[in-house]
């Protein structure tokens, strides 16, 4: 069973255009939902994270919109540039005593073209 | 400072072998995780582990063992590798504390089963 699921699985952006990533979820607990980057033969890095009490949280380039009754949230890359050229994972997870541990979604290969 | 570091970073076995993937982390985190990476399927959690001695179940648990003997060492145990196998494993670590917990992620390790 995929709690997180991702679209588009790939996605192609003129540099300067607007990357939308779309992530929903099944699990009413999740409460926290990070997205990671990762560039080729590299481990994902944490890019920016959301909890459910806010709508929106922006860093730079880069804001999540969260959506709790519809239980989905977004990436938008603003202004993409080539360098933003990597893999995009969104997760979940709930604070327990378990770990804490994330679940991804299935990934978006994103390609920004010059 | 190193972060985390898995070993080794490639490999090949033949089907029925055995091998371990060891993982290392210096951030003197509690919880550590091994996911596995595979095309159109996001990251899936194999096992995890809440401090040293401890270690659980995540979503594809079926063909590994893990063992965390110390706090910085997380252990993946193949015992009889199976073509199904081959995939990319990610070895993670991550405080344990509340809220927003960043989960640091190693290099990788790309395991073919032949």
């Known amino acids: 069973q995929q709690q997180v699921k991702q679209s588009p699985q790939s996605l192609i952006v003129q540099k300067g255009g607007i990357s939308i990533i779309n992530c929903a979820y099944e699990?009413?607990?999740?409460?926290?939902f990070p997205w990671y980057q990762q560039f080729p033969g590299k481990g994902p890095a944490l890019l920016i994270a959301i909890r459910p009490d806010v709508s929106e949280k922006k860093e730079g380039r880069f804001t999540i919109s969260f959506n709790k009754s519809a239980k989905q949230f977004s990436l938008h890359i603003m202004d993409s540039q080539p360098g933003d050229s990597a893999t995009y994972f969104c997760a979940a997870s709930m604070e327990d005593n378990q770990g804490g541990k994330l679940i991804f979604g299935q990934g978006t290969e994103l390609s920004v073209k010059p | 400072n190193a972060g985390v570091t898995q070993t080794p970073k490639f490999r090949v076995l033949k089907t029925g072998q055995s091998m371990t993937l060891l993982c290392a982390q210096d951030?003197?985190?509690?919880?550590m995780y091994w996911y596995r990476q595979d095309p159109g399927m996001g990251l899936r959690l194999i096992h995890y582990s809440v401090g040293e001695g401890t270690t659980a179940k995540g979503e594809v648990p079926d063909g590994y063992n893990v063992s965390r003997l110390k706090k910085q060492n997380f252990l993946l145990g193949l015992e009889s590798a199976a073509p199904s196998q081959t995939s990319v494993y990610f070895c993670?670590?991550?405080?344990?504390?509340?809220?927003?917990?960043?989960?640091?992620f190693g290099q990788g390790t790309r395991l073919t089963v032949v």
């Open positions: 993670a670590s991550s405080y344990a504390s509340q809220g927003f917990t960043e989960a640091f």
């Open positions: 951030m003197n985190h509690e919880y």
């Open positions: 699990n009413t607990a999740f409460d926290y």
